[in-house]
């Protein structure tokens, strides 16, 4: 069964400062991996996504995610935060066995905080 | 605009007293998910519908049904609901092939008391 795992519950960083959010998952094969944000009382938006190729993954609001297969991880990093970044982000695994769309699994989010 | 949408955003009940959730999607995708998102749990999977009439469970199902007569709609329904389905809940689509990244709805905070 696939899983993931985020270490950090929260993280605080000062506006400017770059950011690295941990994400490690457990699948057999290659999987399919996501970033989603969600900001205070809206819904989740996508942050970007892997599932072959280069395992740098550049996405939108200026994150990337690299993908590590043999350490299992999909950390999340950008060079210089803002304060509208403050959100709680997910980390998410599905299975790319099926050929498919098929259940995402999430991890249980890492809440940013940004200090002025 | 593509879109998924939830109804009611908000909604206060008492326990055993039926209610449906709605939601709709306009992207005619195939799959359609709803999760429900607990403090330090994560999003966890409810349902889920791979295509008309094709249900089947998540990871937590129990004290709910799904329906899924149209590719459109996947209403949520909470027969007898008791204060531990008091949760934020989320539907989601996505296009049937490939990694294709889910579409949430914006939320449906629900309170059982």
């Known amino acids: 069964a696939q899983s993931v795992t985020q270490p950090d519950i929260h993280i605080t960083v000062s506006e400017g400062a770059s950011l690295e959010l941990r994400c490690n998952y457990s699948y057999g094969a290659t999987p399919y991996l996501f970033w989603y944000v969600q900001s205070p009382g809206q819904g989740l938006q996508l942050l970007l996504k892997y599932f072959s190729g280069d395992t740098l993954v550049q996405g939108i609001k200026g994150f990337e995610a690299e993908f590590k297969r043999s350490q299992s991880s999909f950390n999340l990093r950008k060079p210089s935060v803002h304060w509208s970044d403050a959100a709680e982000y997910f980390c998410?695994?599905?299975?790319?066995?099926?050929?498919?769309?098929?259940?995402?699994?999430f991890g249980t989010g890492t809440r940013l905080q940004v200090t002025l | 605009e593509a879109q998924v949408t939830q109804n009611p955003r908000y909604l206060i009940t008492v326990t055993g007293k039926k209610l449906t959730v709605t939601c709709s999607q306009n992207?005619?995708?195939?799959?359609m998910s709803w999760y429900r998102q607990d403090p330090g749990l994560g999003l966890r999977q409810i349902y889920y519908?791979?295509?008309?009439?094709?249900?089947d469970k998540g990871d937590v199902p129990e004290g709910y049904k799904v329906s899924r007569k149209e590719k459109r709609n996947f209403p949520l329904i909470l027969e007898s609901p008791s204060p531990n389905q008091t949760s934020l809940y989320f539907c989601a689509s996505s296009s049937h092939r490939g990694p294709n990244e889910q579409y949430f709805g914006p939320g449906t905070r629900l309170t059982v008391t």
């Open positions: 998410a695994v599905g299975a790319s066995n099926t050929g498919t769309a098929s259940k995402l699994t």
């Open positions: 992207m005619n995708h195939e799959y």
């Open positions: 519908s791979m295509n008309v009439e094709v249900t």
